[in-house]
């Protein structure tokens, strides 16, 4: 059940990804995560190293990054926003917070801004469901949110250079 | 197992399912999802059925029969699901002629067009007729669709060969198993949900994600989402004719579907076809010979029958003997092989040769055991190679095949140390000592696994494979007390090797070269593609007749050319490597004479006719033979790198025939060198970009495709033939 | 204990799968365990994925050696050799403290070879979910654990008998697991005491809405919902009046007020229609529409739906669309019987639970709350004024200041009025985003949110 990938590989940031790591039958996400957490996003370069390693088609591997949620195509922006579209949350007032927040942003949740500095995303609960409504950024989560709160957050991260 | 589907009772093996069992007592089931030769899946849910005793309504397509069971497949229940289901595809589906109550009457009445170039309705979809989702809305009657319409609407994607019309994907997913049944998966659901397509990775064309176009995924597509381009509009055939591939050894049967004396598309008859058979007969009728030519002054000109046979009787009348040669080839059928050997052997006291063999072998037999293979079957006999790839062979192999992705144990030797790692395990089955493997990459420990696992195993030997290879498999077959099975070339190998017509081949070419040879008589063969350096010698011959369908690179270095009838317009045999006859029936009327017609012609025109004195003089500057394939000594590379020919699934032997099928040839537009990626990283070379080889005074330019399939220090070219040489590479700027 | 022994044990305290489906735990196990196999796996099911549930993520995080002791217990009793805790992603710190505690353990010598020097050999490996509701529904988990495509097959053949990599598989979810310890210890008939019915135990609810207190709470099986939400949640918020419960998170129901002294089982809540499911239980009040949370809900399911099967894939989707049609004022009542005709199929056609349990908030909605159905499409009014399209924000010019707060606030400068002036919101213009409502001062409440026949 166990192969052993020993590759020191060609081409982008994606290199490395396999070294060291027991390719074990199923190691196909884990490994995508790991793309994911280290370029933010699965390249095609980096897609294609992991079906050479899995020994899977390119496709195969490209239908399993799209079925999850989790696993980005395309280079996102440079924040990351989720709101929270849990139960919760929602009937809390996340989904006036989404609808303030994408038009703030001018982007529909699931882009990125031109500047490529904020990606808008949903997300289905990130389970501080008293907190209600809420939001991350960048992985660090705000409750309890209002409109304009949440305009501060992002005003904040805005004048960043 | 015993069981209950509606009324009747019937006994079935375990394992089946409760739809297989109501097929057995002639109950249909509908369902779209499910097809016999594919795994299970139970996605369309159209097949539901109730089981006394448990809850729901299970699918019958995955569910399989126990004893005693009680099954109902009929109920008002059931039938309201269905209904109600089918509803639903067809809600995203462009299906306003499957229900309209003038379906099928509407060929004048043009209903339910729109203005976009887009299908809408069955009476503008290329499957009208053929097409299991009409089918199942007749079997469960439904006669509206209130949902309204959803989904966007999705373009067309065209491919080589077949196009796919999202539109009117039902996402049974019949071509995403087919595919992965092939060990392909170039293609695979992608996204989730509603979102659901069926699409190849970044949506990349197929012919970038390995796809092998074997239109495997076209043969199980219920709907018209899947199509062969080819004669797309043309409707239904009128007859489907059932004959033997003319490509490779696999020998597997084809259905021709035939209209108004065309072909319209070729199904597989209980064979897995690859792309030549499924979709590389178009040459037949492209570009053919229908006249013959005679060389006159510096120009060839058409001629009548008459004249071509009587120059031809009479010029080669000078030749009898030693001066003349015969060269045939597998292509050819038994009538026409008999004929010609006949002919050379009785007319004109000279030799017949072919380069072709194969041993004899049942295909059936060898999977039951151990197996070992050599040679890149999935590129040459893919047929074979899928058969055998189920019973997990020892793979000896520098490159990851198909094959070797499923090997048992895979010897990654380097190339041209096939010989040396086959003896090896000759000597690790007798010894247990791996001494023999020399400085071969091959660990010990490998070579002895393979060895435990060969015990009067046979050894598959692919037509790439030189003679030293071939020697030293037959080596190890007599040792572990196994069978030799040589993979012929062609579909009639096995026939040219019951005619004993693949001895001497060499021995031909030698005198060719050396000039030896006056006068030559080539069928159905063309060197002067499969190898250049033969071009010289063939134009220094006195007379050379060239019977083909085409006019081939030999054939315009003949002075006579006899067009000679295709596979699909005659009657006749090949031999199988396991010894059957197998029929080929004409579907098409014939553009020409048979071969074995015109050479019976000829032996008639020139009985009685005594042979000319042999003695003549021979032209200077002679050549030496080297034969294809030997040059393994080369690989002391002073170059870089190794550089190997390998064989390529898209361009079968000479090329002759699949450079005339568009979309084939079409495949073969870049020259794809296969490069390691540590080996590509040190000289800089990115994928896809385009690459030059300097090798033995050539250069090759083809496009970089880096891969872990190739070992380091080699890159591998699809080309013709199998060759082995050192070279330089540098990047194309 | 033998193994045999720990399955009477957990089958004497009657503890059933708290992941949602219910099913006899130690029933379960024995399948797995008479199931013939050298190998077999055990997953901890830590997907968690109904969103508004958090229970199993507050044991990972706050007590993951009991989960990882029930996996011993349970791998004990089955025969497995080695063990899978299929995580959400989302869960980073109930991620790092299993993983805290798997080397605790293993250093501990409780996994590893031969634990604690017996002859039982069993480790633990932690698989990262990527984002797939359906992936907590058992064979999709399989096959993501696989590294494949999270998409359910048809059962049989059960994960009992070939699971994960064809091997027998037995699933259990956190809490389920995290019960073990104690039923062990203290005996299957102390757990039995509590509970009624076929429902033994306690069961951790996640309560959340419009009560006073929110949180998690773990309460005796059979308590009423008036205890609960009463009791344990102090009653609804802002002393509105009760209006439902939506008990199961999406594949759930929505249960009137009338229903209250319904006893909290799982035999109850499946009779009426709704699920214990996971146990979330959100409470609603009037200002709650109850045809926006059904369609909230399916929009939930829909976008998770794994899309294998007719039923699921396109039968939510046209439910979707219908409710949407409805929310907006634009439907009729054939739409209303259509989407219980698909509903009905959804629920009875779908290969998975997923499918199977989508339709479940939207038949309840329509068994209970009709009425309200009906205000959407013959009066094109939503009770609750939630809905968009169906309300109106406008300004009482009796009552405006013209303190110019609301025309500030306003993203779609859509209000207009000079300071010290009556304010006007241009109707056409309006998004109805409502910010002018929460900004207009408490003691002029000018603002009004009303049906949209009021202007
Ligand atoms: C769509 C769907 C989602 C599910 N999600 C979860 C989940 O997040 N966590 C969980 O424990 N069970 C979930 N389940 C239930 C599991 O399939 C399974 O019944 C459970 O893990 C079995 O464990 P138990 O017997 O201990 O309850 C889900 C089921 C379905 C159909
Ligand atoms: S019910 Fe939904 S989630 Fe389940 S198999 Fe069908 S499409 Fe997939
Ligand atoms: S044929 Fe059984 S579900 Fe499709």
Request: glycine content about 10%; charged content about 25%.
């Amino acid at each position: 059940m166990k192969k052993k990938a020993a590759r020191d590989t060609t081409e982008d940031g994606a290199q490395e990804i396999c070294k060291g790591l027991d390719l074990e039958e199923g190691a196909t996400i884990p490994l995508l995560q790991r793309v994911q957490s280290r370029l933010g996003y699965i390249s095609p370069e980096a897609l294609r190293e992991i079906a050479e390693a899995m020994g899977l088609s390119e496709s195969e591997v490209y239908g399993i990054a799209t079925f999850y949620s989790e696993f980005k195509l395309s280079k996102p922006g440079r924040h990351l926003i989720k709101i929270c579209m849990g139960t919760s949350c929602y009937l809390g007032g996340g989904k006036k917070l989404l609808e303030h927040m994408s038009r703030e942003l001018g982007i529909k949740p699931g882009r990125t801004t031109e500047d490529e500095k904020f990606s808008l995303e949903t997300v289905a609960c990130l389970g501080c469901c008293s907190k209600s409504p809420v939001m991350a950024v960048d992985g660090v989560i705000y409750g309890g949110l209002s409109p304009s709160s949440a305009e501060s957050i992002l005003a904040h991260l805005e004048s960043e250079p | 197992m015993h069981l209950r589907i509606d009324d009747q009772e019937i006994d079935v093996p375990p394992g089946t399912t409760i739809k297989e069992a109501a097929k057995l007592a002639g109950i249909k089931i509908p369902g779209l999802c499910d097809h016999p030769e594919l795994e299970r899946y139970g996605g369309c849910r159209l097949c539901l059925v109730e089981v006394e005793g448990i809850r729901g309504y299970p699918s019958s397509c995955t569910m399989p029969v126990s004893e005693g069971m009680k099954v109902r497949t009929n109920t008002p229940a059931l039938k309201s699901l269905r209904l109600n289901i089918l509803e639903m595809l067809l809600s995203e589906h462009p299906c306003i002629c499957l229900i309209c109550e003038r379906s099928g009457m509407c060929d004048e009445v043009r209903e339910g067009m729109r203005k976009v170039p887009q299908t809408m309705g069955c009476r503008y979809c290329p499957k009208d007729g053929r097409c299991e989702l009409q089918e199942a809305v007749t079997q469960i009657g439904l006669k509206k669709v209130e949902l309204c319409r959803i989904g966007t609407e999705k373009e067309i994607i065209r491919s080589p060969f077949f196009d796919r019309d999202p539109n009117l994907c039902i996402l049974c997913g019949r071509c995403v198993r087919a595919c992965a049944d092939r060990g392909v998966s170039a293609i695979s659901f992608v996204f989730r949900g509603f979102d659901t397509v069926i699409g190849t990775a970044f949506e990349k064309p197929l012919e970038d994600v390995g796809c092998r176009f074997c239109g495997a995924c076209v043969d199980v597509c219920p709907t018209g989402a899947l199509v062969e381009r080819a004669n797309k509009w043309s409707g239904v055939a009128k007859r489907v004719v059932e004959t033997i591939c003319p490509y490779c050894s696999s020998n597997c049967q084809i259905g021709i579907e035939v209209k108004d004396d065309k072909i319209l598309r070729t199904r597989p008859k209980g064979s897995k076809l690859c792309v030549r058979g499924r979709f590389g007969l178009e040459f037949v009728s492209n570009q053919r010979l229908t006249r013959p030519m005679i060389l006159k002054g510096e120009g060839l000109v058409e001629a009548g029958w008459q004249e071509a046979m009587e120059l031809v009787a009479e010029r080669l009348g000078g030749y009898k003997g030693r001066r003349f040669a015969m060269l045939l080839s597998g292509v050819l059928t038994n009538e026409a092989l008999r004929t010609a050997k006949k002919f050379s052997e009785r007319v004109m006291n000279s030799r017949a040769v072919a380069e072709d063999t194969s041993s004899d072998f049942s295909l059936t037999e060898i999977i039951q055991g151990p197996l070992l293979a050599v040679g890149d079957l999935a590129e040459t006999n893919p047929a074979t190679e899928l058969a055998i790839r189920h019973s997990k062979p020892v793979v000896i192999s520098p490159f990851r095949t198909m094959l070797a992705k499923k090997a048992s144990v895979w010897l990654r030797c380097r190339p041209g140390e096939e010989p040396q790692v086959l003896e090896a395990i000759a000597k690790a089955s007798v010894q247990e000592n791996t001494d023999a493997l020399g400085d071969t990459v091959i660990s010990a420990e490998e070579i002895l696994k393979a060895a435990k696992l060969l015990g009067k195993a046979s050894v598959v030997v692919g037509p790439d494979c030189n003679r030293a290879v071939r020697k030293a498999a037959e080596n190890l077959v007599r040792v572990i007390g196994g069978k030799l099975c040589v993979v012929g070339r062609n579909c009639n190998s096995r026939g040219v090797a019951v005619l004993g017509l693949d001895q001497g081949y060499e021995e031909t070419m030698q005198s060719l070269m050396s000039g030896e040879i006056a006068a030559a008589y080539i069928v159905g063969s063309n060197p002067a593609r499969s190898d250049p350096e033969l071009i010289e010698s063939l134009s220094n011959l006195e007379f050379l007749v060239v019977q083909d369908l085409f006019l081939t690179e030999t054939a315009k270095l003949a002075d006579v050319i006899l067009p000679a009838a295709s596979f699909a317009e005659i009657e006749g045999t090949y031999t199988s490597s396991d010894g059957r006859m197998l029929q080929l029936m004409p579907a098409l009327s014939a553009i020409s004479k048979s071969d074995m017609q015109i050479i019976s012609e000829l032996c008639h025109k020139m009985k009685g006719r005594l042979p000319d004195d042999p003695a003549s003089s021979r032209p200077e500057g002679t050549k030496t033979w080297t034969g294809k394939g030997q040059q393994s000594e080369d690989i002391t590379s002073s170059g870089s790198f190794i550089l190997v020919e390998g064989p390529c699934l898209f361009e079968f032997g000479s090329g002759t025939r699949t450079s005339r099928v568009r979309d084939l040839q079409y495949l073969n537009k870049d020259r794809y060198v296969d490069i390691h990626p540590r080996d590509a990283a040190r000289h800089k070379i990115s994928n896809g970009e385009p690459v030059s080889i300097q090798s033995r005074g050539r250069s090759i330019r083809g496009l970089a495709r880096v891969s872990m399939s190739v070992p380091e220090g080699v890159m591998r070219i699809c080309g013709r033939a199998s060759r082995i040489a050192s070279a330089e590479v540098r990047r194309d700027v | 204990m033998s193994p045999e022994e720990v399955i009477e044990e957990v089958k004497t305290s009657g503890l059933r799968g708290r992941g949602g489906a219910g099913f006899p735990t130690g029933l379960k196990w024995e399948f797995c365990r008479r199931s013939p196999g050298l190998e077999k796996y055990l997953i901890c099911n830590a997907d968690e994925g109904d969103p508004g549930a958090f229970m199993d993520r507050s044991i990972l995080e706050g007590d993951p050696h009991a989960v990882i002791e029930g996996m011993l217990i349970a791998a004990r009793a089955i025969g497995c050799t080695r063990g899978f805790i299929y995580c959400r992603a989302e869960y980073p710190l109930a991620l790092k403290r299993l993983q805290l505690a798997i080397d605790q353990a293993e250093e501990l010598g409780l996994l590893g070879d031969h634990v604690l020097g017996s002859d039982m050999s069993f480790d633990i490996t932690i698989k990262e979910g990527a984002g797939a509701f359906v992936c907590g529904e058992e064979t999709a988990l399989m096959a993501s654990i696989e590294g494949k495509r999270g998409m359910p097959r048809a059962r049989p053949p059960f994960p009992a008998n070939s699971g994960l990599w064809g091997k027998p598989t037995n699933i259990n979810n956190v809490e389920t697991l995290a019960n073990l310890s104690s039923i062990i210890n203290n005996g299957g008939s102390w757990y039995s005491a509590w509970g009624i019915g076929r429902s033994r135990g306690t069961k951790t609810l996640s309560l959340a809405g419009a009560v006073r207190r929110t949180g998690l709470i773990e309460v005796p099986l059979g308590i009423t919902l008036r205890e609960i939400i009463y009791g344990i949640g102090g009653g609804i918020s802002g002393d509105k009046a009760c209006k439902g419960i939506l008990t199961g998170g999406p594949s759930g129901g929505c249960l009137p007020a009338a229903f209250l002294d319904l006893p909290v089982d799982y035999e109850s809540l499946t009779e009426k229609g709704s699920i214990m499911g996971s146990g979330s239980m959100i409470v609603i009040d009037e200002d709650t529409c109850v045809v926006d949370t059904a369609r909230f809900f399916l929009s939930f399911t829909q976008s998770e739906s794994c899309g294998k099967c007719t039923p699921c894939r396109i039968g939510t989707r046209q439910m979707l669309a219908s409710l949407e049609k409805i929310t907006r004022g634009l439907g009729d009542m054939t739409d209303l019987v259509r989407l219980e005709r698909i509903a009905n199929v959804v629920r009875s056609g779908s290969l998975c639970g997923l499918g199977a349990g989508a339709p479940n908030p939207v038949l309840t909605t329509i068994k209970y709350f009709y009425e309200e159905y009906e205000a959407h499409i013959l009066q094109k009014r939503c009770p609750a004024l939630v809905c968009r399209e169906l309300i109106s924000y406008f300004i009482d010019e009796l009552k405006c200041q013209g303190c110019g707060l609301c025309l500030e606030s306003c993203p779609v400068d859509a209000i207009s009025g000079e300071k010290g002036a009556v304010h006007v919101i241009d109707q056409s213009a309006c998004i109805k985003c409502g910010a002018c409502l929460e900004v207009c001062p408490e003691k002029f409440s000018a603002v009004v949110k009303g049906p949209v026949q009021c202007i």
